[in-house]
């Protein structure tokens, strides 16, 4: 019930502030309506993110590799203290983390320290990513079209459901994608900042977010490189002397960004390195890890992720982007889109937040068509088709924005699992611990000092581990082997 009450409150505070945020545009009073946005948007993501306790797929390794790095920022670990043997091939159970890049897991990493180990203080860098996020895109929205456009934008951004999931660590590759995502929104922020200014420090902020974007999912990121050259080719305020001299620093900015911890692992980790970069490699040409999707994957995800009607703007911007072939400005946002697009589709291995970092585009393009239509509604006689599509173009991403955050049902937020780890961390605080037949040993490492593993050694590991002064805890969930029954010097427990 305490879920539903915090729920239904959040909507209420939404639907509120979304009216009248909605009113103040009207009136061109377009700060006061963005800000109302954000504020609202970022009560959205307070309560996706408040679920007590670690998700199962992808957060709870991030969670883990970022709790280990507070001490250690350089060297990312999953099995912080690793006892047992592993396999540096499998990223879920390895001791060095070379899965993801850095960025994310130094948010989180730094978080938790300021705030503390918990999943509030986990989930808060991707609350306060996505929470600007809104007003970075009212700023793209603007400059690609108008104000009222970079509104709308702004606001299918705050309710997007797979953000809110995202944010809140519900959906796999979460805080990464999240990441990966503003770190895109802002280089390309920087870029208009580049063209309205003609300051040499925003084309450097750009190539620092873009590097930080690298450092966040890796090379697509590049695709901000043709997204700068049409944008400031369009603007007509550089000779090509300046643009040529901008764009070379840029590049020159963003290896200096990401390169170096490239360098760094390859020197310091290199067969983990040099795996994780044949694994990368491996998603083009092998469906990994169950991920076997058709070529239209995506095509079907944008329709779920963005509204079912989201065919129709995309059309009518690849209309507009024929009849306009030299407008600039379509050519990057088209190119910002379609060329992952394409890319991701032909790939084997295939996830929803593959494309997640071109939602601006999609989420400009609809509100822009929106507009259009309303204005094409003043001329038909009898516009009632219209008027249904400009409802529902609003209508069906909130509806799917609640089936997202879940604000009504009936969930339990601070689990008992959660709360008997916790309750453990505070009575059994020998950091040589190892607990062994545990079912969630990443959560266990999150929540405790322990060393934590799912299944149970042979006697003679257990008693050799002993005598190197480990502690051995199992838990005793009615059908451990009989040699691991009842030993001398072992603390049984039973966990839920």
Known sequence: MTNQIFGIFTVLFCLIGFYFSWKLQTRQHFKAAVVLLVICGFALRLYTSSDLYLHAWDERYHALVAKNMINHPMVPTLYDKPVMPFDHRQWYANHVWLHKQPVPLWLMAGSMRLFGVNEIALRLPSVLMTTLGIWLTFILGSYFFNRKTGYLAALFYAINGLILE???????????DIAFLFFVELSVVFIILYIQ??????????????????????????????VWLLMVADSGKFPVKTIIIQFLLLIFITCLTFMPWQVYIYRAYPVE??????????????????????????????MINYGELIFLPLAWFLWTWKKRPYDLKKWALGLWFFIPLIFFSAIKTKMQGYLLFTSPVLFIITAEFWYQLAAWRKRIRFPVLI???????IALPVRYSIERAKPFDKREKNPEWVKELRALNLTETDPKTILFNYHRPVEAMFYTGFTVYQGIPDLATILDLQAKGYRIMINDDGSLPGESNHLDGITYRKFR
């Open 273 to 302: 390195a040099a795996w994780e970069s044949s694994f990368n490699l491996r998603h083009i040409t092998e469906a990994l890890e169950g991920h076997n999707e058709p070529f239209s994957y995506f095509l079907r995800k944008i």
């Open 197 to 226: 200014r003609q300051g040499t420090i925003f084309t450097i902020l750009a190539g620092v977010s873009l590097g930080c974007a690298i450092l966040s999912k890796w090379l697509p990121a590049l695709i901000i490189l043709p």
């Open 387 to 393: 008027n249904l599509l400009l409802i529902l173009f």
């Open 166 to 176: 995202l944010t809140g660590g519900r959906l796999p590759t979460d805080h990464i």
